[in-house]
């Protein structure tokens, strides 16, 4: 039997015993010298393919919670630079929303050239090696072209049904970590060149137990 569907997909039906359920509405015309006697319809439940819509976009959304609670930008992109996910984090890092930063291309709001193409490079490298890539300090420019320092881990993910392998990285921001590390190193120098060349003791007036002598 030939069949035709309604165009809804939200029509609620009820059973004999009054319990509500969502389904499909099919229905074939009859009719006889032109004129319409009624209609054959057929009902279609839905109720187990809407419980796992329901569960899907209850998982998609407990996802999206976790991954934007990271404080660290988490991004999954393809091969070609498309990105496929990213947290909130990234799309703080790029002055955007993860809405118009999924689908788009790192190219889009990424404005250093230079820098696009080392994360292209990357990213290339670790969907061909299908491998784990680490690199402890590599610089971003933000849209403020201000710079930071982060360490980059990237793995090749592969999707269960269409087997298309991409990147997924997470870069943690050590730009205040590598600022201190630099003043610490800075006044270790200061206090070995201040020993070196001085010729009496020099005391610490910050701490009344620190003093150098050479």
Do not use: W
Request: aromatic letters at 8%.
């Amino acid at each position: 039997m030939n069949l035709k569907t309604t165009n809804t997909s939200n029509l609620n039906f009820k059973k004999k015993d009054g319990e509500s359920f969502p389904g499909y509405l099919y229905y074939q015309p009859i009719v006889k010298n032109k004129q319409l006697l009624g209609l054959n319809c057929l009902v279609l439940d839905v109720s187990e393919n809407k419980q796992i819509e329901y569960k899907y976009k209850r998982n998609q959304q407990r996802l999206r919670k976790v991954l934007d609670l990271v404080p660290h930008m988490i991004f999954l992109k393809d091969g070609n630079g498309n990105i496929l996910l990213a947290n909130k984090a990234c799309a703080d890092f790029y002055n955007t929303t993860t809405k118009q930063l999924v689908y788009s291309n790192i190219a889009d709001f990424h404005k250093s050239k230079s820098e696009c193409e080392e994360i292209l490079k990357e990213d290339r490298e670790v969907i061909s090696n299908k491998t784990e890539l680490f690199v402890k300090s590599v610089v971003r420019t933000d849209l403020s072209q201000n710079i930071h320092s982060f360490e980059a881990t990237k793995v090749a993910f592969t999707e269960p049904k269409s087997k298309k392998t991409h990147s997924l990285g997470i870069l943690v921001d050590v730009t205040e970590k590598k600022r201190v590390e630099r003043e610490i190193e800075e006044t270790k120098e200061k206090y070995r060149l201040l020993v070196e060349r001085g010729t009496d003791g020099i005391h610490d007036y910050s701490n009344p137990n620190h003093c150098f002598c050479q």
